[in-house]
């Protein structure tokens, strides 16, 4: 793989059609190092959602079963619940990078997403 197709696929890997144009440049400008832990974070978020949203929902369309829809109801509740916190979590990392600090971003400065929630 060439050097141009690498980089425009670690840009890639951190674009979002629904970032704000503040976190589209952050993760333009982010190191190599500050990337593979943006990473290694969509990693445990993505089994966080699998594990309390998708699963819940598939066990609930599989057995049909009022237990099941009890687990399914608590755990995407723990989820929803949970949204925040990631969403802190996010805005905390994206603020720790070299970029971020450099500009004296703080997570209140930071707008997620490109449209208002």
Do not use: D, H
């Not at 690498?6 to 840009?11: D, I, L, S, V």
């Not at 009022?66 to 109801?73: C, E, H, N, Y």
């Not at 990392?93 to 400065?109: A, D, K, N, V």
């Amino acid at each position: 793989m060439n050097n141009n197709i690498k980089t425009k696929f670690k840009y890639w890997m951190m674009w979002s059609p629904i970032q704000s144009p503040v976190v589209r440049q952050i993760c333009a400008k982010m190191t190599n190092a500050e990337r593979a832990k943006a990473v290694s974070l969509v990693c445990i978020y993505s089994i966080w959602v699998t594990l309390t949203f998708v699963l819940p929902i598939v066990n609930v369309l599989t057995y049909q079963s009022f237990l099941s829809m009890v687990i399914a109801i608590v755990l995407i509740t723990i989820y929803i619940v949970g949204i925040p916190y990631w969403m802190k979590r996010q805005k905390k990392f994206l603020c720790s990078t070299e970029w971020s600090r450099e500009q004296g971003l703080t997570p209140e400065q930071i707008k997620l997403f490109a449209f208002r929630l």
